[in-house]
């Protein structure tokens, strides 16, 4: 079974610290993970994935397989990061979501 | 662009009725997926179709069923409505084959929001 797991349900970073949003997957094939973000009252949206080694608004995340980790990264956290983040891992045709880390940016 | 729709935006529901939540996927989206979020929790995953058939299964009561029409759209019935159902109701839509850069992202609608007094 695949399994998705965000260690930190709640994490809160100064305006202008690093960020680091932990993701560790349990999964036997070649995994697909993205992130998805959810501000407060909105839909939940795509951050960014895996195969595009993308950065978006200052995120990025690279796969460890050594890891088995698809941690979310940011050098200079801002106000408006503060929000719900949810690591995602399709396989095996199942979509597996983490439990999710609320991120809290004190200004 | 269009996004994915879901319609009620609001619905609010008497105990023991029923409730039919409406999902139009973006065009060419072959899967959806419906999810519930309780107030202040993480959305779970209900039920996922992909050509119109059911594709995986999750924390789905009994009580509720869905369906994907012909048309890719999806419908989710809630019969024996209970207070605990009040919840946001999501569904995403994604593409299952395709250029490696748009396969299996999902894409969301807004919600459709279930009161139940």
């Known amino acids: 079974a695949q399994r998705v797991t965000q260690p930190e349900k709640l994490l809160s970073v100064f305006k202008g610290a690093p960020v680091e949003l932990k993701c560790n997957y349990s999964?036997?094939?070649?995994?697909?993970l993205f992130w998805y973000v959810q501000y407060s009252r909105q839909r939940l949206q795509l951050l960014l994935r895996?195969?595009s080694r993308e950065s978006i608004k200052g995120f990025t995340a690279d796969l460890n397989k050594g890891e088995t980790s698809f941690h979310l990264k940011k050098p200079f956290a801002q106000e408006e990061d503060s929000a719900m983040y949810y690591c995602?891992?399709?396989?095996?045709?199942?979509?597996?979501f983490g439990t999710g880390t609320r991120l809290t940016i004190i200004p | 662009a269009a996004g994915v729709i879901q319609s009620p935006r609001h619905l609010i529901k008497e105990k023991r009725e029923t409730a039919t939540l409406k999902c139009y996927p973006i065009?060419?989206?072959?899967?959806v997926y419906w999810y519930q979020q309780g107030p202040g929790q993480d959305p779970q995953f209900l039920i996922s179709?992909?050509?119109?058939?059911?594709?995986d299964k999750g924390s789905i009561p009994d009580r509720f069923s869905a369906q994907q029409f012909s048309d890719y759209h999806s419908e989710l019935n809630m019969s024996s409505l209970e207070l605990g159902d009040s919840a946001l109701y999501f569904c995403?839509?994604?593409?299952?084959?395709?250029?490696?850069?748009?396969?299996?992202?999902?894409?969301f609608g807004a919600g459709s929001r279930l009161t139940v007094l």
């Open positions: 995602e891992n399709f396989g095996n045709e199942k979509l597996t």
């Open positions: 179709f992909y050509e119109k058939m059911q594709s």
């Open positions: 065009p060419r989206h072959d899967t």
């Open positions: 895996h195969i």
């Open positions: 999964y036997s094939g070649s995994p697909e």
């Open positions: 995403a839509s994604s593409v299952h084959r395709g250029p490696s850069s748009g396969a299996n992202v999902l894409t």
